[in-house]
């Protein structure tokens, strides 16, 4: 069965730092790029950031210079660096698989398989 | 980047179809045919719809269709059932090699 399982998330003070974590299984994971994507409480769902299977990145403005998205091939694990953290950055934090290869320009942009999510807090 | 503007409510009857727009500019929805579609019930992560404007997924009901004219993409549900009350995303490719949604529409099954 193809699953992702994030874990990591939390309660932290605005300023801090957290890592997410999103273990794959049930396909190659090396073949897809990955991404994050957020939804803060009662909003609407907001792309974070993306990697290519061999390890390209983009991310959003909102977070470009405070996230690092990064992934371990030989883990099949998914990486999400987030520091200087911010009241708006609260929400769920999904992983998702996206639908083509591993290139993000051969991906379709389009995400097949999402985690269940993982509740970042970022409150004093 | 802003985000996509979606109606925030659609509403239809069982049996009827129900169409929700997506709009955006050249930079996004009408310069990539990287449309994508997602439904989401309370408290469950996104399912993807509708991808490449107009492609389904396996699985997924040929209820469900999609289509683009210029900067604005739609989604159709016919048949329109129950279980399609929900929250229902676009999304698209953007110029800036970033992925951006719509603010999303929630769907009501009268």
């Known amino acids: 069965e193809v699953q992702l399982l994030e874990s990591g998330g939390g309660l932290v003070q605005p300023g801090g730092s957290l890592r997410l974590s999103c273990a794959a299984s049930?396909?190659?994971?090396?073949?897809?790029?990955m991404s994050w994507v957020r939804q803060a409480p009662g909003k609407g769902l907001e792309w974070v950031s993306g990697i290519s299977g061999s390890g390209s990145t983009y991310y959003a403005d909102s977070v470009k210079g405070r996230f690092t998205i990064s992934r371990d091939n030989s883990k099949n694990t998914l990486y999400l660096q987030m520091n200087s953290l911010r009241a708006e950055d609260t929400a769920v934090y999904y992983c998702?698989?996206?639908?083509?290869?591993?290139?993000?320009?051969?991906?379709?942009?389009?995400?097949?398989?999402w985690g269940q999510g993982t509740m970042v807090t970022v409150s004093s | 980047q802003s985000a996509l503007t979606q109606p925030a409510s659609v509403s239809g009857s069982p049996g009827q179809s129900i169409t929700i727009s997506c709009t955006g500019t050249?930079?996004?929805?009408?310069?990539?045919?990287?449309v994508s579609w997602y439904q989401q019930h309370p408290g469950k992560a996104p399912k993807l719809m509708i991808y490449e404007v107009s492609n389904r997924p396996s699985g997924v009901s040929n209820r469900f269709s999609g289509s683009k004219s210029g900067n604005t993409a739609s989604l159709t549900i016919s048949g329109l059932q129950a279980e399609d009350e929900a929250d229902y995303y676009c999304s698209s490719h953007t110029s800036s090699s970033t992925v951006v949604f719509g603010g999303g529409t929630k769907l009501t099954v009268l």
């Open positions: 998702a698989k996206t639908l083509g290869g591993s290139g993000w320009y051969g991906s379709s942009f389009a995400f097949d398989i």
């Open positions: 050249s930079s996004d929805v009408g310069g990539y045919n990287y």
């Open positions: 049930g396909f190659t994971f090396s073949s897809y790029a």
